[in-house]
């Protein structure tokens, strides 16, 4: 049986989450370089899914440091694997 495994996002995770951001928002997708950065910038809060060795979904996020505040700034799941849970 397939086992969901959530990670923190990796360099070799970076093009996976790219294809699958430009196919869920066509119109409106991040750049490559954004989720480079992020990956730098915000470790703690870039995480993939993965079934097995295929990248299904991700997560990317940041919080404010001198408050308590935090943002999602993108969530995907690959189509064939929405509606199960894996966004949540």
């Known amino acids: 049986s397939d086992s969901l495994s959530i ?8 093009q996976g989450v790219h294809a699958l951001e430009e196919q869920l928002f066509p119109h409106g997708s991040y750049p490559y370089f954004f989720f480079r950065q992020a990956l730098d910038a915000f470790p703690r809060f870039f995480l993939v899914a993965a079934l097995q060795n295929d990248l299904v979904g991700y997560a990317l996020g940041t919080v404010q440091v001198d408050d308590d505040h935090g943002w999602i700034l993108s969530v995907g799941v690959a189509p064939g694997h929405q509606g199960q849970g894996i966004g949540r």
């Not at 990670?7 to 970076?14: F, I, M, S, V, Y």
């Open 7 to 14: 990670r923190l996002a990796e360099p070799g995770d970076l």
